[in-house]
């Protein structure tokens, strides 16, 4: 049984306040949880950039990459996986849309 079928789903917003090509932070526990919206899908990673930690929300958002301030590394918003350097990875953590509503799971998936 992977961690997303025993997590507790919390409500963050409406599905409408994070338009497509935006992102969104929300505490979750004791994380920050990035919510991007890649053209009407949802996804959420841990707000840490796995470099040197810099909130990944400072960063840009464009054409569905993600880009930290820092050192420009770059990540799909959709996989979560690097694009420059390769083979580093997000933390993602589950996300559904139930009634227009965003929930976030309040712990990350295992990948
Ligand atoms: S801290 Fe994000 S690229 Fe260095």
């Given at each position: 049984?992977?961690?997303?079928?025993?997590?507790?789903?919390?409500?963050?917003?409406?599905?409408?306040?994070?338009?497509?090509?935006?992102?969104?932070?929300?505490d979750v526990g004791?994380?920050?949880?990035?919510?991007?919206?890649v053209q009407g899908?949802?996804?959420?990673?841990?707000?840490?950039?796995?470099?040197?930690?810099?909130?990944?929300?400072?960063?840009?958002?464009?054409?569905?990459?993600?880009?930290?301030?820092?050192?420009?590394?770059?990540?799909?918003?959709?996989?979560?996986?690097?694009?420059?350097?390769?083979?580093?990875?997000?933390?993602?953590?589950?996300i559904r849309i139930?009634?227009?509503?965003?929930?976030?799971?309040?712990?990350?998936?295992?990948?």
């Amino acid at each position: 049984m992977s961690q997303a079928n025993v997590c507790k789903f919390i409500d963050v917003c409406a599905s409408d306040d994070v338009w497509i090509g935006e992102m969104l932070v929300f505490d979750v526990g004791q994380r920050e949880v990035l919510v991007m919206n890649v053209q009407g899908e949802f996804h959420a990673y841990d707000n840490v950039c796995p470099h040197q930690s810099v909130p990944l929300a400072e960063g840009s958002f464009e054409d569905g990459v993600l880009t930290c301030r820092a050192h420009q590394w770059t990540f799909d918003a959709r996989s979560g996986c690097s694009i420059n350097p390769s083979a580093e990875r997000l933390t993602k953590y589950p996300i559904r849309i139930e009634n227009n509503r965003v929930l976030l799971g309040d712990s990350p998936l295992d990948t």
